[in-house]
């Protein structure tokens, strides 16, 4: 049974900075492409970051570009997102996604697994 584990999310001010953790149990973890998607209230699912197990290259959405990395330890089969200077926009549900086929694209259809999230709230 596959299971992804988010952790880390929090209430921060402004400029702040969070580490959300999501850890992988029941897959090859090594193999698979893991991503960070964000839900914020009323708005549609969106993709933050992924992170491919060849490289690994990465990829973020333009508005966390300098400020979000996404990186992975493949002995402890987990994902991070360090996340800084947070901005009230940030705020959302923070979801992490694996895709065996370790494409690792924007596109939320194409991940096979997904964690439960994390709440991120970012305060003015």
């Known amino acids: 049974q596959v299971q992804l584990v988010e952790s880390g999310g929090g209430l921060v001010q402004a400029g702040g900075s969070l580490r959300l953790s999501c850890t992988a149990s029941?897959?090859?973890?090594?193999?698979?492409?893991m991503a960070w998607f964000r839900q914020g209230t009323g708005k549609d699912r969106e993709f933050v970051a992924a992170?491919?197990?060849?490289?690994?290259?990465?990829d973020y959405i333009d508005s966390v570009k300098g400020r979000f990395t996404i990186s992975r330890d493949n002995a402890k089969n987990t994902v991070y997102l360090q996340m800084n200077s947070l901005k009230p926009e940030d705020t959302a549900v923070y979801y992490c996604?694996?895709?065996?086929?370790?494409?690792?694209?924007?596109?939320?259809?194409?991940?096979?697994?997904w964690g439960q999230g994390t709440q991120v709230t970012v305060s003015s």
């Open positions: 996604a694996a895709d065996l086929g370790g494409r690792g694209t924007i596109e939320g259809s194409a991940y096979d697994y």
């Open positions: 992170i491919r197990w060849t490289g690994p290259t990465t």
């Open positions: 029941g897959l090859t973890f090594s193999t698979y492409a």
